[in-house]
T-cell receptor, first 118, second 112 residues
Framework: DTGVSQDPRHKITKRGQNVTFRCDPI?????LYWYRQTLGQGPEFLTYFQNEAQLEKSRLLSDRFSAERPKGSFSTLEIQRTEQGDSAMYLCASSSTDKKSVIVNEQFFGPGTRLTVL | GNSVTQMEGPVTLSEEAFLTINCTYT??????LFWYVQYPGEGLQLLLKATKADDKGSNKGFEATYRKETTSFHLEKGSVQVSDSAVYFCALSPWGFQKLVFGTGTRLLVSP
């Protein structure tokens, strides 16, 4: 088990460009989450998937943001027409619905993708 | 709504000192409560958790007790080490929801 991985680890882009991030969850985990963390703040929930179904989206997820998990394994988060306010660390987490964790909702986090919009 | 309030940092301590990081929450129903830790250059790691009132979570010498009457989940450790220097996040998971709601984090600096 190699944990949750994210790619790239760092992304610098110019305002107005599109960016896409990838998350690979722990292999047996069926739930996958995206969070955003700005400097000096705690992570804020964006969206989550159970298998390939996107079950909840935060109001933070504007129309410029889209997330997919086409085969219920890895996920992508795309930001279109990036703005300077999108600069943040984007975190991915995964969890399992087996009996040991279904109530506790233990989420395992990846190292994050740091986005800088110039 | 659901929210978590943590004491502001940084908290600066000498090695072997006693640590308390305060955390209070607002939630509907019966949330689960968590402490996550972020070491320099690393991702968030679950430190401990509690799922119901009066539960005590513990790990690596850290403890926190779920106090429903005071809506608190304070983190404590009897003797901190330099290696405990990190940012600590208190979080809750609302009953019936999957998301985590985090506090702003408290940076702990432990000097030798």
């Amino acid at each position: 088990d190699t944990g949750v991985s994210q790619d790239p680890r760092h992304k610098i882009t110019k305002r107005g460009q599109n960016v896409t991030f990838r998350c690979d969850p722990i292999s047996e985990h069926n739930r996958l989450y995206w969070y955003r963390q700005t400097l000096g703040q705690g992570p804020e929930f964006l969206t989550y998937f159970q298998n390939e179904a996107q079950l909840e989206k935060s109001r933070l997820l504007s129309d410029r943001f889209s997330a997919e998990r086409p085969k219920g394994s890895f996920s992508t988060l795309e930001i279109q027409r990036t703005e300077q306010g999108d600069s943040a660390m984007y975190l991915c987490a995964s969890s399992s619905t087996d009996k040991k964790s279904v109530i506790v909702n233990e989420q395992f986090f990846g190292p994050g993708t740091r986005l800088t919009v110039l | 709504g659901n929210s978590v309030t943590q004491m502001e940092g940084p908290v600066t301590l000498s090695e072997e000192a006693f640590l308390t990081i305060n955390c209070t929450y607002t939630a509907t129903g019966y949330p689960s409560l968590f402490w996550y830790v972020q070491y320099p250059g690393e991702g968030l790691q679950l430190l401990l958790k509690a799922t119901k009132a009066d539960d005590k979570g513990s790990n690596k010498g850290f403890e926190a007790t779920y106090r429903k009457e005071t809506t608190s989940f304070h983190l404590e450790k009897g003797s901190v080490q330099v290696s405990d220097s990190a940012v600590y996040f208190c979080a809750l998971s609302p009953w019936g929801f999957q998301k985590l709601v985090f506090g702003t984090g408290t940076r702990l600096l432990v000097s030798p």
